[in-house]
T-cell receptor, first 115, second 113 residues
């Protein structure tokens, strides 16, 4: 089925470790983004991309890096994991031209625990 | 700037009760408005939307009307089911800023049999 695929679904890291959360979409959407979801705080935008080779920061970018080498993939890298990065991470994509009619398509999330 | 404010939860209802989840927004332009639903352990799914004032979005028995005069987009359902238990997010997208959606903090709904 077409959509947004995130891997892994669950991950436990030790403080200081690095890792990459993967996100891929097969809908040819130009726009992709990463959110984190914390209790009582809703969704907060980490980074986003409006197309291959173009990325920008969201509300909470510190401690995270992104790149967009292809339209399909938008990985999120944690450089040195901290307990404050324990969260559920969602990747989302949308078509720029129809965003106001169709909104986002979300992945199923990655639950990350940093110990 | 743009922002979305939702009523705090959790909201606990008995099956077949009437549901209202309040959502108000602040926007500099003419936003489109959305409700997303997140079932336990899953990502967010688009529930309904409205793209201009006085539009009514509807899906699965849920409705919301875009009220420009009160800057509101309240979610309603006449008779909830246990399967409606989820977290509901109100969101807006600004025509002047395609790059960002603005989400509310979410409202958890618990429906008891």
């Amino acid at each position: 089925n077409a959509g947004v695929t995130q891997t892994p679904k669950f991950q436990v890291l030790k403080t200081g470790q690095s890792m990459t959360l993967q996100c891929a979409q097969d809908m040819n959407h130009e726009y992709m983004s990463w959110y984190r979801q914390d209790p009582g705080m809703g969704l907060r935008l980490i980074h986003y991309s409006v197309g291959a080779g173009i990325t920008d920061q969201g509300e909470v970018p510190n401690g995270y890096n992104v790149s967009r080498s292809t339209t399909e993939d938008f990985p999120l890298r944690l450089l040195s994991a901290a307990p404050s990065q324990t969260s559920v991470y969602f990747c989302a994509s949308r078509d720029t031209g129809t965003a106001n009619r169709y909104g986002y398509t979300f992945g199923s999330g990655t639950r990350l625990t940093v110990v | 700037g743009n922002s979305v404010t939702q009523m705090e939860g959790p909201v606990t209802l008995s099956e077949e009760a009437f549901l209202t989840i309040n959502c108000t927004y602040t926007a500099t332009g003419y936003p489109s408005l959305f409700w997303y639903v997140q079932y336990p352990g899953e990502g967010l799914q688009l529930l309904l939307k409205a793209t201009k004032a006085d539009d009514k979005g509807s899906n699965k028995g849920f409705e919301a009307t875009y009220r420009k005069e009160t800057t509101s987009f309240h979610l309603e359902k006449g008779s909830v089911q246990v399967s409606d238990s989820a977290v509901y997010f109100c969101a807006l997208s600004d025509l002047n800023n395609f790059n960002k959606f603005y989400f509310g903090s979410g409202t958890k709904l618990n429906v008891k049999p």
